[in-house]
Structures are given as structure tokens and as C-alpha cells.
């Protein structure tokens, strides 16, 4: 069974099937809610992200319909160290170097691009953030909330697992900075 669209005629509108009074065959039309605009490129990111790459299309993009995309020039501090951590950002656009200061000197453990991510560990841990990231050139990060990263962790044991991997992978790239650093 068919039952009109909100304007009166069948098929019009932003509609969605669904069964009508227990009768699986019997279906009809109702209005969908309306959706956030999603960045299609915030999507495209998802993809290209290690982390999220395992994701479906849907999922990637009801996580991208979260994010906040904030520019960031030359030499200006998008994270400190030792601050909280409510967010894991992605770089879209530019380069950002990874920094931590270990008895009294400011050590660099590397630099990320497209698709890299940070902020990982302080939004698993709920610890306060465990280095700096500067802005090495003109950059664009998109930011997600811990409470958005945290209900696809919850969701997607996949997506913990990638996100725990690369904390190790930076936890061992700053030992193996500090320990150079030395001798």
C-alpha cells in the first residue's frame, strides 16, 4: 500500500520507506529529518585516513557531519602539551611538526601531512594532551569532539585498534627522538 508524500501526491518530497501497521509488504512514505550539510571532502579524508579508512561511506560521513575545520598559519601552536584533550584533529591541508619537552629541551618527533592525525591518545586516555603540534606552513585540520571519536570507538572495535596503534607508533617515534636527542 502507497500512501501519499506530505504534498499530497506519492513519490514527491524528501521521503523514506517504511512498513505500515505490521504488514512488511505493505509500505509507505514518511519524511526524513534533515541532515547536516556534510563536507564532501571531510568524507574523502575519512577515507584516506588509516584510522578511519575501515569505516563505511555512511559512517564516514555522519562523522564528518562533526567535524570543524580550523586554519592555522605558520609557527602557530594548534595543541600544547600538557593541556586537555577533548578532540582529535585530522590535517586536510599543510604540515604540522610533533613536539615534547623532556628536561628542560623541546624535542621534535616528527612532522605530519594529509592524512595524518593527532590528538589520538589524550581523547582514548582522557589524559591531558602529551605533546605540541605547530603549524610548519598555512594548515587546515578538521576537529572532532571527543564524545563523535569516542561513540565510533564504542561502535567499531577496528577503529580502536587503529587509533591504539598509532599511539604506540608515536609513543615509540618520541622515545626513539629522546634517545638520540642524547647521545
Same mark, same amino acid.
Not at 21 to 24: E, F, I, N, S
Not at 99 to 119: M, N, Q, T, W, Y
Not at 165 to 170: H, I
Given at each position: 500500500m502507497l500512501v501519499a508524500g506530505p504534498t499530497g501526491r506519492a513519490g514527491m518530497g524528501l521521503l523514506a520507506w517504511r512498513p505500515v501497521?505490521?504488514?512488511?509488504k505493505a509500505r509507505r512514505k514518511t519524511r526524513r529529518p534533515p541532515s547536516r550539510d556534510v563536507d564532501p571532502q571531510q568524507v574523502v579524508l575519512l577515507g584516506e585516513s588509516l584510522l578511519f579508512e575501515s569505516l563505511s561511506e555512511d559512517r564516514r560521513r555522519l562523522l564528518a557531519s562533526k567535524g570543524v575545520v580550523h586554519a592555522h598559519r605558520p609557527? &602557530?601552536?594548534?595543541?600544547?602539551?600538557? /593541556?586537555? $584533550?577533548?578532540s582529535l584533529f585530522l590535517v586536510v591541508s599543510g604540515r604540522v611538526r610533533i613536539?615534547? &619537552?623532556?628536561?628542560?629541551?623541546?624535542? /621534535?618527533? $616528527?612532522?605530519?601531512?594529509?592524512?595524518?592525525?593527532?590528538?589520538e591518545a589524550s581523547v582514548l586516555s582522557g589524559m591531558a594532551r602529551a605533546e605540541t603540534v605547530e603549524a610548519l606552513e598555512p594548515t587546515r585540520v578538521v576537529c572532532y569532539a571527543?564524545?563523535?571519536v569516542m561513540a565510533i570507538v564504542r561502535r567499531y572495535p577496528e577503529v580502536k585498534k587503529r587509533i591504539e596503534?598509532?599511539?604506540?607508533?608515536?609513543a615509540k617515534a618520541a622515545l626513539h627522538a629522546i634517545e638520540r636527542r642524547r647521545i
Open positions: 501497521d505490521g504488514d512488511r609557527g &602557530e601552536i594548534i595543541i600544547r602539551e600538557g /593541556e586537555d $584533550g577533548d613536539l615534547i &619537552e623532556r628536561d628542560g629541551a623541546v624535542v /621534535e618527533i $616528527g612532522s605530519l601531512a594529509r592524512p595524518a592525525c593527532f590528538g571527543r564524545d563523535h596503534a598509532s599511539v604506540l607508533g608515536r
